[in-house]
T-cell receptor, first 115, second 118 residues
Framework: AQKVTQAQTEISVVEKEDVTLDCVYE???????LFWYKQPPSGELVFLIR??????QNEISGRYSWNFQKSTSSFNFTITASQVVDSAVYFC????????????FGKGTKLSVKP | NAGVMQNPRHLVRRRGQEARLRCSPM?????VYWYRQLPEEGLKFMVY????????ESGMPKERFSAEFPKEGPSILRIQQVVRGDSAAYFC????????????????FGPGTRLTVL
């Protein structure tokens, strides 16, 4: 069965610290897609990244980086030099080829960045 | 380019009333998904629609909930005879392509509708 696990419920860091949010997924499909979304206190969901199962190359976008490891079924997200504006709930999600594209979300990790 | 629009942003209903949530997808998008976020839970898929078609409603509760995406106008999620347990944030997402296989595309979310049932 498909599943996304974000074991860290809440993380608190001080500004400028690096922080890694973990995501572990389960799927029987060989073709699938992984996503990260950010939900700031205002409540909307903001798309951050999409990765397909063929591409294990890590990605960096400014202070954000993602580490995709098929061998451990993980898709971890690192924020370098965190800022107060990074405070939000971050969701990891999975979409399988065999589905209609429906996203299966983890329960989210609440990140608090203190000044 | 306007994003996904949802209205109302906040909706208060008394038990037994009907709630109607509207979603206008991004321009050029013809695929709409609805998700529900209950307190202390993650987001759960409810239904996937294309224009005039329900493609997948496997996440919809069997009773009181319905969804449509007419040829003209927004997608509507309707909840009849609301109960306190329906209080949640309801998110709509849209994508330009069918969510299947290599053509799966990114879903962009609206701001959500927060439903409170008194």
């Amino acid at each position: 069965a498909q599943k996304v696990t974000q074991a860290q419920t809440e993380i608190s860091v001080v500004e400028k610290e690096d922080v890694t949010l973990d995501c572990v997924y389960e799927t029987r499909d060989t073709t699938y897609y992984l996503f990260w979304y950010k939900q700031p206190p205002s409540g909307e969901l903001v798309f951050l990244i999409r990765r397909n199962s063929f591409d294990e190359q890590n990605e960096i976008s400014g202070r954000y980086s993602w580490n995709f490891q098929k061998s451990t079924s993980s898709f971890n997200f690192t924020i370098t030099a965190s800022q107060v504006v990074d405070s939000a709930v971050y969701f990891c999600a999975l979409s399988e080829r065999g589905s209609q594209g429906n996203l299966i979300f983890g329960k989210g990790t609440k990140l608090s960045v203190k000044p | 380019n306007a994003g996904v629009m949802q209205n109302p942003r906040h909706l208060v209903r008394r038990r037994g009333q009907e709630a109607r949530l509207r979603c206008s997808p991004m321009k050029g998008h013809s695929h709409v998904y609805w998700y529900r976020q209950l307190p202390e839970e993650g987001l759960k898929f409810m239904v996937y629609l294309q224009k005039e078609n329900i493609i997948d409603e496997s996440g919809m509760p069997k009773e009181r909930f319905s969804a449509e995406f007419p040829k003209e106008g927004p997608s509507i999620l309707r909840i009849q005879q609301v109960v306190r347990g329906d209080s949640a944030a309801y998110f709509c997402a849209s994508s330009p392509l069918r969510g299947s296989g290599l053509r799966t595309d990114t879903q962009y979310f609206g701001p959500g509708t927060r439903l409170t049932v008194l």
